[in-house]
């Protein structure tokens, strides 16, 4: 258990609404992700960090920033939502010391209508 | 590149039967490799991993994977399965020098019937 927290875990918003979702982390670790899952694709990253203010895009990107302002705290922008972004979204966090494990939070359920 | 292929997006056994899926990788360097399994409207859960130590790893709930470097596979069995073992089971490939480079396979839906 790495203390991984989503936030929001569900939420429904409109086409062209932005949307934050929040990552929050206990463990201190370095390496933070955020990834979504979509039935037929298996998880595909989206954004990740590699230290404060430290960020890089992942193969899904467009449409997305993030940020990290703080060790704890991971935040993945949808600057203007569109139905393909319904999706699941997942932040993980990785500490390279546990053998490069990576570690799941519960999940953020988001419905662009 | 590295790459990770799970054959079978779906499989179905009987309860008390052998649990067998399939991992194959492709990778450039010695890689590190899991097994996360996922139960519905939860996150993933790390069930083993493979760090170049033992080739056979034992991970929780009773299964265990086989490094097999010569075949690049990285099949997760149990020798019985159990209702509870109902989920999708992901595997995942990493670089151990690149911390952003970690793939996962497509996933395959394990059926336990009565």
């Known amino acids: 258990d790495a203390g991984i927290t989503q936030s929001p875990r569900h939420k429904v918003t409109e086409t062209g609404t932005p949307v934050t979702l929040r990552c929050h982390q206990t463990?201190?670790?370095?390496?933070m992700y955020w990834y979504r899952q979509d039935p037929g694709h298996g998880l595909r990253l989206i954004h990740y960090?590699?230290?404060?203010?430290?960020?890089d895009k992942g193969e899904v990107s467009d449409g997305y920033s993030v940020s990290r302002s703080k060790t704890e705290d991971f935040l993945l922008t949808l600057e203007s939502a569109t139905s393909s972004q319904t999706s699941v979204y997942f932040c993980?966090?990785?500490?390279?010391?546990?053998?490069?494990?990576?570690?799941f939070g519960e999940g953020s359920w988001l419905t662009v209508v | 590149a590295q790459s990770v292929t799970q054959l079978g997006s779906h499989v179905s056994v009987s309860e008390g039967a052998l649990v067998l899926l399939r991992c194959n990788y492709s990778?450039?360097?010695?890689?590190?490799l899991f097994w996360y399994v996922q139960y519905p409207n939860q996150g993933l859960q790390l069930l083993l991993k493979?760090?170049?130590?033992?080739?056979l790893v034992k991970g929780i709930n009773g299964f265990e994977a086989e490094f097999k470097k010569s075949e690049t596979s990285f099949h997760l069995t149990k020798p019985s399965a159990h209702m509870s073992d109902a989920a999708e089971y992901f595997c995942?490939?990493?670089?151990?020098?690149?911390?952003?480079?970690?793939?996962f396979g497509s996933g395959t839906k394990l059926n336990v019937k009565p």
């Open positions: 995942a490939v990493s670089d151990p020098d690149n911390f952003n480079k970690f793939y």
């Open positions: 990778s450039s360097v010695p890689p590190y």
């Open positions: 493979y760090t170049s130590a033992a080739t």
């Open positions: 960090s590699y230290g404060v203010k430290d960020t």
């Open positions: 993980a966090t990785m500490k390279p010391s546990s053998g490069n494990t990576i570690y």
């Open positions: 463990e201190n670790h370095r390496y």
